[in-house]
């Protein structure tokens, strides 16, 4: 089975949902706002598992320039469940 991971947390990583949703019904403590891809706070680093995510979507693109999938928003990033994804977001500068 395959899972998100965020810190201590495992969740199964339902295909079809957003990352910060699988989070937040496990009670991870993750910073987010909108919930809506607008405001940048839910951003992830992807330690490992991109691969496992769908591609960014164009909320992600505008929000996160430059980003070649290791920096993701978790409210938009869309697991697939062909794998694990591991996520964090310690040490992240403040969104520009
Ligand atoms: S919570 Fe605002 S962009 Fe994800």
Redesign the pocket.
Known sequence: MADVVFGDLRVPATPGRDV?ALLLDEGAEIS???????????RVRVCSGAEHLKPMNA?ERF?LPGSDGSMR????AVVTGGGDVVVDQDHLPPPA
Not at 32 to 42: E, P
Not at 73 to 76: F, I
């Open positions: 910060l987010y706002l909108c919930m809506a891809g607008s405001c940048g706070t839910c909320a929000m928003l978790a409210c938009q």
